[in-house]
Nanobody
């Protein structure tokens, strides 16, 4: 499966953005999808993940209550709604997909074999 992330941009603190991850391939509905981010000079870190059915979602603590991950399998798209953005959220955001990820590895970069190209989110103070 090939992934394309979009929706990034320059916003002010407190604003909202919605990122989209569009996938190619008819079997996208069978993939677990994760969002990760990488700030300048830092390692890529987990943000959120959603199971194939959409019934299970997980978030890193710093975005709980502000970000929501969802998916529309009919549109082959996973979304990341980001509210109350903070300057600390500034990063390149990547979506990634995997056919099989155990629960304990949902936040692991190594668990995902398919990655999109990333979209830049810049939050000014």
């Amino acid at each position: 499966v090939q992934l394309q992330a979009s929706g990034g941009g320059l916003v002010q603190a407190g604003d909202s953005l919605r990122l989209s991850c569009l996938a190619s391939g008819r079997t996208f509905s069978g993939y677990t999808v994760g969002w990760f981010r990488q700030a300048p000079g830092k390692q890529r870190e987990f943000v959120a993940a959603i199971r194939s059915s959409g019934g299970t979602t997980v978030y890193t603590d710093s975005v709980k209550g502000r970000f929501t991950i969802s998916r529309d399998n009919a549109k082959n798209t996973v979304y990341l709604q980001m509210n109350t953005l903070k300057p600390a959220d500034t990063a390149v955001y990547y979506c990634a997909a995997s056919r099989s990820v155990i629960y304990s590895s949902l936040g692991s970069v190594e668990a995902y074999g398919n990655w999109g190209q990333g979209t830049l989110v810049t939050v000014s103070s």
